[in-house]
């Protein structure tokens, strides 16, 4: 059975500092999701990862695969209180998108 | 449109009554999902219907039935629940997800319907 586990699972940092959330899987899988959850409302796709050594950025967020170690980790650049929100990652496996424990990102002033 | 549409956004049921959410999509997207999120806890998949054949179900009740009466629609209907399936139901919907192009298969999320079970 396909295990997704992430960490941390709460994080407060302080707006300017970097931080970064990992993602371990537990079987084979060659896409990985980042999606983001603010309170209360729906799930927004964020990055779609694909290879190995797969890198890519959108503003202060970068997200890379490493499909060897089944890890994944989500960067965090000069944190804004604007990337307060929970953040997924999820696997793809056999058609089905499995989610990570999730990591509740607070960001304060 | 490139939204998926959820019905209602909130809804409150006895243990004993019947109903319905609905999930509709116009983004020609050919596979549709059922997730059931519990507070703090990541979404759990409960159906996928591939093509407007149901594809994927993970062992849910059958106290919950899917129904996809075409490619754009989905119905979740609720029968005989239990107050621990008090949830937010998100539905989702994804453009193929036989196609190896890693962009068909990004799923799309509803808001929601946060239901109570009384």
């Known amino acids: 059975e396909l295990k997704v586990e992430q960490n941390p699972l709460f994080l407060s940092m302080q707006e300017g500092k970097n931080y970064t959330i990992y993602c371990n899987y537990s079987?084979?899988?060659?896409?990985l999701y980042w999606y983001r959850q603010d309170p209360g409302k729906s799930l927004e796709s964020l990055f779609v990862?694909?290879?190995?050594?797969a890198v890519k950025q959108e503003g202060r967020l970068m997200a890379s695969l490493d499909t060897k170690a089944r890890l994944s980790t989500l960067h965090i650049t000069a944190a804004v209180h604007d990337l307060s929100a929970t953040y997924f990652c999820a696997v793809l496996n056999t058609d089905k998108l499995i989610f990570g424990t999730g990591t509740r990102l607070q960001v304060f002033p | 449109d490139t939204e998926v549409t959820q019905t209602p956004k909130h809804l409150v049921m006895g243990m004993t009554n019947k109903k319905s959410l609905k999930c509709e999509q116009h983004?020609?997207?050919?596979?549709m999902y059922w997730y059931k999120q519990k507070a703090k806890k990541p979404p759990e998949l409960m159906f996928v219907?591939?093509?407007?054949?149901?594809?994927i179900n993970e062992s849910v009740p059958s106290r919950f039935s899917p129904e996809c009466p075409n490619s754009s629609l989905l119905n979740l209907h609720l029968h005989a629940l239990q107050p621990e399936d008090s949830a937010l139901y998100l539905c989702?919907?994804?453009?193929?997800?036989?196609?190896?192009?890693?962009?068909?298969?990004?799923?799309?999320f509803g808001a929601g319907s946060r239901l109570t079970v009384l």
């Open positions: 990862l694909l290879s190995n050594g």
């Open positions: 989702a919907s994804s453009q193929d997800p036989g196609d190896r192009d890693p962009g068909a298969n990004v799923l799309t």
């Open positions: 219907y591939s093509y407007e054949k149901l594809s």
């Open positions: 983004m020609g997207h050919r596979a």
């Open positions: 079987t084979t899988s060659d896409r």
